[in-house]
Each structure stands twice: as structure tokens, then as C-alpha cells.
């Protein structure tokens, strides 16, 4: 077995994202500048967006971010924003999810400037990747290729199965998967809460991409040998013998899966860095669009 070393990959990434920064900075033209929006106090939330900020300053990008309380409405968030925009100093930005019940998450998703959209989350964006045209691809699924394709993993062909059909990560993942170009090209199968007997669908894939949020769902009696395993799971568990008050756990049995996988992520350290890294691509990405 191989790890899928999302650790390893995601640095590599932003080494050369801060290369190109560098770059840029010599030139004298203006570095990336990523906004973010928080709204509450979700803890999860508060880490990623913590991350994202961070990620920003070792790379040497611009960022800045916006917290809003649990209170605000829908009408202040879609005003907000409308202000990120038409602020020519902000290159891309992301509404952290979920946000609270009583604001409309699509209505929201759908006020942000497709050119902008550094999540990937608008429906232009969803569309233009789903044919295949040029867009920014959501960070999650973004990473998972590059995963495959920097460990060089052949996905031409192969079942792929994929479970769990969120907006974010399945749904995405399973069309990237069955675009033509590498690493794609797969017979994609998207299961979900509805799929009946999934461990015969799961045996028979060659590639499994679990993004469902149940620690440990995924067992070795549901994989067949050789198979790769990428988990996207990450859900705190409550463990008072950890000071944090939690652990974090992946959809995946690990250390009984990883006995006949070829190659696995771990967890963490597997798909959650790559996430963060290719939110920062694409912001670089969007910087430079505009710069043209
Ligand atoms: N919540 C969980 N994952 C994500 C993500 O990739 N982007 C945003 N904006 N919110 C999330």
C-alpha cells in the first residue's frame, strides 16, 4: 500500500504558487488578494477560514476576511457581497458553508461574480465544468485530481465509484471523473443515501471516493484488493482523552482498508491540505484572468 500523501502534494503546490507570487511581486504588479466570508461561529468553519487566512500569508498573497454574526440577514450577506464584487482590490472570495438556517445558501452562491468564484460553487461555473469549458473547479474535487494525476494513477477506464452526492464534493467529483481529459475518462458511478446494496457497487470499483461524512463507513469487506481509496470524510468525533475534546475521523476503516488498498489518503493529511491548496490556485488563477 501507498499513501496518498495529501501533505506532501499540497506543499509541492504551494511552493509553486508562492513561486509565481514571487514572480509577480518582482514584476511590481499586484499579488493575488483572496477574500473570505464567515457568517457565525461555526467551529469547523472558524478553522478552515483560520487556514485559509494563514495559507494566504506563507504564500504571499492579499487577504481579508469578512465575519458577520449569526444574525445577519439575508438581504446584509447578498450586500456584502454585491461590495466584494465591485471591489477591484479583491481577485476571489468564498462564502464559508453551511451558513445559518435562515439564509437561502443557493440564492447566496448565486449573487457571487462567476469571475470571482474561486469556490466554484456558481452555477456558471458548475455548467462551464460540467461541458467541459474553461472554470474554476471547486477546491475539494480540484484536489483529488491532482492527487490521482501527481502520483500518477491511471484513471482511464476505471470504475470509479463515488459516494455521497453533496453540491461540493460528490456531485462535482463524479463529472470530473467522466470528463474526457486525464485524470478522468473513468465509468463513474455516484451513489448516495437512496443506492441499495452499495457494498456490491463499492467491491467492484477500482478507484473509491468517499465523501459522506460517517466515521469509518467505508470497511474492508466493501473493497476490492488493490483498490484506491481517497477519503474526503472529516467529522469530530468527541474524545475527552484528546485536549481538543475531539478526534478527527475519516469515512474510511483505515487500518483495515488500508490492508488491501494500493494507495489511500490518510486522514487528516490526505484531502483536506489539498483542498486548501487548490483554493489558493485558483485564486492565482482568478488574479491572473483579471491581469489580462
Ligand atoms: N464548507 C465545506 N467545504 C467548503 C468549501 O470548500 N468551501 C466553502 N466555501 N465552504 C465549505
Redesign the pocket.
Known amino acids: 500500500m501507498q499513501l496518498l500523501d495529501g501533505k506532501k502534494v499540497s506543499e509541492e503546490i504551494k511552493n509553486e504558487i508562492a513561486a509565481e507570487v514571487a514572480q509577480i511581486k518582482a514584476r511590481g504588479e499586484k499579488v493575488p488578494h483572496l477574500a473570505a466570508v464567515l457568517v457565525g461561529s461555526n467551529g469547523a468553519?472558524l478553522t478552515?477560514v483560520g487556514s485559509k487566512v494563514k495559507t494566504c500569508e506563507k504564500i504571499g498573497f492579499d487577504s481579508t476576511l469578512v465575519s458577520l454574526p449569526e444574525e445577519t440577514t439575508e438581504e446584509e450577506l447578498l450586500a456584502k457581497i454585491n461590495e466584494l464584487n465591485n471591489n477591484d482590490a479583491i481577485d476571489g472570495f468564498?462564502?464559508?458553508?453551511?451558513l445559518p438556517k435562515h439564509i437561502d445558501e443557493q440564492k447566496v452562491l448565486n449573487a457571487v461574480d462567476p469571475d470571482k468564484d474561486v469556490?466554484g460553487?456558481h452555477p456558471e461555473n458548475f455548467g462551464r465544468m460540467a461541458l467541459e469549458l474553461e472554470s474554476f473547479i471547486?477546491?475539494?474535487p480540484f484536489g483529488i485530481l491532482q492527487l490521482l494525476e501527481r502520483n500518477k494513477i491511471e484513471t482511464k477506464g476505471k470504475n470509479v465509484v463515488v459516494i455521497g452526492r453533496s453540491n461540493?464534493v460528490g456531485k462535482p467529483m463524479s463529472l470530473l471523473m467522466s470528463r474526457k481529459a486525464y485524470p478522468g475518462n473513468a465509468t463513474v458511478t455516484l451513489t448516495h443515501s437512496a443506492t441499495q446494496n452499495i457494498e456490491a457497487i463499492t467491491r467492484e470499483a477500482d478507484i473509491v471516493i468517499t465523501a459522506l461524512g460517517v466515521p469509518e463507513f467505508l470497511k474492508a469487506d466493501m473493497v476490492k484488493a488493490g483498490a484506491v481509496i481517497v477519503d474526503v470524510g472529516i467529522t469530530r468525533v468527541a474524545d475527552e482523552t484528546n485536549p481538543k475534546g475531539y478526534v478527527i475521523k475519516g469515512d474510511v476503516a483505515f487500518d483495515e482498508v488500508a490492508q488491501k488498498a494500493s494507495w489511500i489518503t490518510p486522514v487528516p493529511g490526505g484531502v483536506g491540505p489539498m483542498?486548501i491548496a487548490m483554493?489558493m490556485k485558483n485564486t492565482l488563477i482568478a488574479r491572473e484572468r483579471r491581469a489580462k
Open positions: 468553519s478552515y468564498i462564502v464559508q458553508l453551511p469556490d460553487f471547486p477546491a475539494t461540493i483542498t483554493l
